[in-house]
């Protein structure tokens, strides 16, 4: 498990799985946060990410800290691995937020965004990021056995 604390607008946390060629990404370049799923064997990087998904937008999260008149927070990002290394959560705040599984080449997210439509070869779902607490369930079971 890693971690990063950092103020939304800026962030990079990048963690590898201890099962090669696995690795995701959560950023944040000022607009909004995303967390990737990446293939560290492919030495293209637009052929290195296999899946993309929004976390929060920037200008929301600001929105939300003023509505509840508190100044713009640290946050804590912190992605976790299972034990076999093909599936990873992003935490923000301790809270989760996303998920890939490498095995089902399916993300899920609490935004469920973006969303694309099947092309050929794709090897991953992308028409859909729904979040799903059957797939956290696995995750977390995973970890204690």
Partial sequence: ?????FTPGRAFLSVD??????TVVFEDEG???????CDRSQTEHEHSI??????????????????LERPEPERIATIEW??????????????????FDFQAHCGYC?????????EQGD???????????AALQRFESALYV
């Fill in 82 to 99: 299972s034990r076999d290394g093909f599936q990873a959560v992003l935490y923000l705040d301790g809270f989760p937020q996303a998920l």
């Fill in 17 to 22: 799985s201890p099962t090669v060629p696995w």
């Fill in 31 to 37: 607009i909004a946060g995303y967390f990737y799923a």
């Fill in 123 to 133: 090897t991953w779902r992308k028409s859909t990021h729904a979040w799903s607490d």
């Fill in 110 to 118: 609490r935004m469920d965004f973006p969303n694309f439509m099947a």
């Fill in 1 to 5: 498990m890693q971690s990063l604390s």
């Fill in 50 to 67: 296999l899946d993309a998904m929004l976390i929060y937008n920037v200008a929301a999260l600001a929105k939300s800290d003023a509505e």
